[in-house]
Nanobody, 119 residues
Framework: QVQLVESGGGLVQAGGSLRLSCAAS????????MGWYRQAPGKQRELVATITSGGSTNYADSVKGRFTISRDNAKNTAYLQMHSLKPEDTAVYYC?????????????WGRGTLVTVSS
């Protein structure tokens, strides 16, 4: 089991920046993939970015070039640096951890942090 706690959300003007943090309750060095997802009002949860234990990253097309995902295994924390924010980035952002144990995939979610981008 691992608990994930997001922080860093808030209200920002369009064009601004925020950095989200995801603190894990234990070492993330063995977590296969850490990720950020978001859910806007009335919409389904969608992938924002993922990073593997080897450092490979993947981004949604809508955030490429603006968002950067990273992980600090020593601090058991993953980050999402967001620049050039747009009103359409407004959503609750959730941290995700996927760990493969043998043939079983364990998935963990944080409770989310709200990002609001004003125009």
């Amino acid at each position: 089991q691992v608990q994930l706690v997001e922080s860093g959300g808030g209200l920002v003007q369009a064009g601004g920046s925020l950095r989200l943090s995801c603190a894990a309750s234990r070492s993330i060095s063995i977590i296969n993939t850490m990720g950020w997802y978001r859910q806007a009002p009335g919409k389904q949860r969608e992938l924002v970015a993922t990073i593997t234990s080897g450092g490979s990253t993947n981004y949604a097309d809508s955030v490429k070039g603006r968002f950067t995902i990273s992980r600090d295994n020593a601090k058991n924390t993953a980050y999402l640096q967001m620049h050039s924010l747009k009103p359409e980035d407004t959503a609750v952002y959730y941290c995700n951890a996927d760990q493969v144990r043998g043939t079983v995939l364990e998935t963990y979610w944080g409770r989310g942090t709200l990002v609001t981008v004003s125009s």
